[in-house]
């Protein structure tokens, strides 16, 4: 079974370009989510897709963040205009069964994001 | 307050020695625990659930103390490869994950 795959592993770009993130969860998995670290914090919750719709999107910084997941399968996560402020790893993790809280998550290695 | 404290470290321990990692978390409503292991520049992934009872996985035991709000991680036997930052997690409903710091764990030979 093919893992949580996410692209670019990299990105380096300029204060105010535009970057867009994506994500491919393991198929068959209902459950995408977005979290970032930011250089030392933890990581933190940015938005949650059931399937094709927003469940919650409480984590999003603000709307410079533009979360998609068309037809509910992979993810794109686009920063518009990136600010330094937005550097760090954004991690993607997909689950399959909504509403078992013991339910794993499975991460992503994460896109290192970074902003000069 | 952050949800979830934990003490960073670094733990240097030497092999085969026996460390605890705790944790404490704020919201006394949340559902269920885990531990999180984070090596260097990878993504974080599930080491073991956290349950009222305890459970033990190997070399590995967690508790967690609703009362107080406390989870523990007791790892016997270092390995070095267990050397890795160990990432306590809460679930803040619909696996809306609140992660601690992490606490970075050194084990040396």
């Known amino acids: 079974e093919a893992g949580v795959t996410q692209f670019p592993s990299h990105s380096v770009i300029e204060k105010g370009q535009t970057v867009t993130l994506r994500c491919d969860p393991i198929?068959?998995?209902?459950?995408l989510y977005w979290y970032r670290r930011v250089m030392g914090k933890e990581i933190k919750f940015l938005l949650h897709?059931?399937?094709?719709?927003?469940?919650?999107e409480s984590g999003m910084p603000n709307n410079r963040f533009l979360a998609e997941r068309t037809g509910g399968t992979y993810s794109t996560l686009k920063v518009q205009p990136a600010e330094l402020e937005d550097s760090g790893v954004y991690f993607c993790a997909s689950s399959h069964e909504q509403g078992n809280y013991n339910s794993p998550l499975h991460f992503g290695n994460g896109t290192r994001l970074t902003v000069t | 307050r952050k949800e979830v404290e934990q003490d960073p470290g670094p733990f240097n321990v030497p092999e085969g020695a026996t460390v605890a990692f705790n944790c404490t978390y704020s919201n006394s409503a949340s559902q269920s625990f885990f531990w999180y292991r984070q090596d260097c520049r990878k993504e974080p992934k599930l080491l073991m659930s956290?349950?009222?009872s305890g459970n033990e996985d190997g070399r590995f035991t967690a508790q967690l103390n609703r009362a107080s709000q406390y989870i523990s991680l007791l790892i016997r036997d270092s390995k070095l490869s267990d050397s890795a930052t160990y990432l306590c997690v809460v679930n803040g409903g619909f696996q809306k994950l609140v992660f601690g710091t992490g606490t970075r764990l050194l084990v040396s030979p």
């Open positions: 897709f059931v399937k094709e719709s927003k469940q919650d």
């Open positions: 956290v349950y009222s």
């Open positions: 198929s068959g998995h209902d459950n």
